[in-house]
């Protein structure tokens, strides 16, 4: 699987005809239905439909599409029935995605996670932003910018876990995984830096495997080689990061956003951590985003979830 482009991603996810069962909480509205249109006529997914009914079948035939090929109708007049309904087809492994529809992120979100209800999950449920950048030279991960708000040890630990599985998922064997900071020296002040420098060691122990890290790391040494031959810092990691790991949400959020107004930067991005992979890119956002993301979802449960089975 050779994965370098984010064209590269949605053409391999439809030339290899996934249909992985998509379960679309809260599926009556027409900027969800969009990119899952899209997603099922390219093979992808197999889209589970849940939600008003006789709503999702309207927006079906706007889309020029017959409700009845190739798609499953789940009745759910309510919130709490779609939360419902989509923790018990992930539960009898009906559904092995789950695409946030038009439900609020909190609502889907507690259920999912929900210790007695919910669906299974590891010790770290992260965001992670796989990103194409006109000035980088391939893709690139970004972790987390969206759900832990300051993270200790255990937690990025896991957060390095769940972007190096999705990494694996797309043909990256060792990811190069950046733990960014604004300095490369460990300083008992900056308890980042020393945080930083203990995920190397757990990784060198081999207590977080299938990839290299460095840390304490500044981004410009681990995306730019130039950076760090001046500086005289010699890393694998160094100009090649395939994985930035950010100290927490604060910078991770500021970072995205900039990266994505400033950079024109191409993205797809998943929730990691659950049974199963979940999008939950905002409702309003760019169609294409959605649909990348659905292919990096697809690829990542066909090769993850085929494995726990």
């Given at each position: ?255 995205i956003k900039g990266i994505g107004y400033f950079g024109d930067a191409k993205d797809a991005s998943l929730i990691l951590g ?36």
């Amino acid at each position: 699987m050779k994965i370098h482009t984010m064209e590269d991603l949605v053409n391999t996810a439809g030339a290899m005809k996934l249909n992985v069962p998509a379960a679309v909480a809260g599926a009556a509205d027409l900027h969800v239905i969009e990119p899952v249109v899209k997603g099922k006529q390219d093979g992808y997914i197999r889209p589970l439909l849940i939600g008003d009914a006789e709503q999702i079948v309207h927006i079906l035939r706007e889309c020029g599409e017959d409700p009845g090929q190739g798609y499953d109708i789940i009745d759910a007049k309510d919130d709490e029935a779609v939360c419902q309904t989509t923790v018990r087809l992930v539960k009898e492994r009906k559904a092995k995605m789950i695409v946030k529809g038009l439900i609020e992120t909190g609502t889907l979100l507690s259920a999912l996670l929900n210790d007695d209800t919910g669906i299974g999950k590891t010790d770290c449920v992260s965001a992670c932003g796989l990103l194409e950048l006109k000035k980088y030279h391939k893709l690139i991960a970004f972790s987390d910018p969206g759900v832990n708000t300051f993270p200790d040890l255990v937690r990025k630990a896991g957060i390095i876990r769940n972007g190096v599985s999705m990494l694996h998922a797309v043909g990256i064997e060792t990811p190069k995984v950046a733990v960014l900071s604004s300095i490369e020296k460990v300083n008992p002040k900056q308890k980042d830096t020393v945080e930083a420098d203990m995920l190397k060691q757990m990784n060198q122990r081999g207590e977080i495997a299938g990839c290299i890290v460095e840390g304490p790391i500044s981004l410009d040494l681990a995306i730019q080689k130039e950076a760090a031959e001046i500086k005289g810092y010699q890393s694998p990691v160094a100009g090649d990061a395939d994985l930035l790991v950010v100290p927490d949400i604060l910078c991770g959020n500021m970072l995205i956003k900039g990266i994505g107004y400033f950079g024109d930067a191409k993205d797809a991005s998943l929730i990691l951590g659950l049974e199963v992979p979940v999008l939950f890119g905002s409702r309003g956002g760019p169609i294409e985003g959605k649909y990348r993301s659905m292919a990096l979802a697809a690829i990542y449960a066909h090769v993850h979830i085929k494995e726990k089975e």
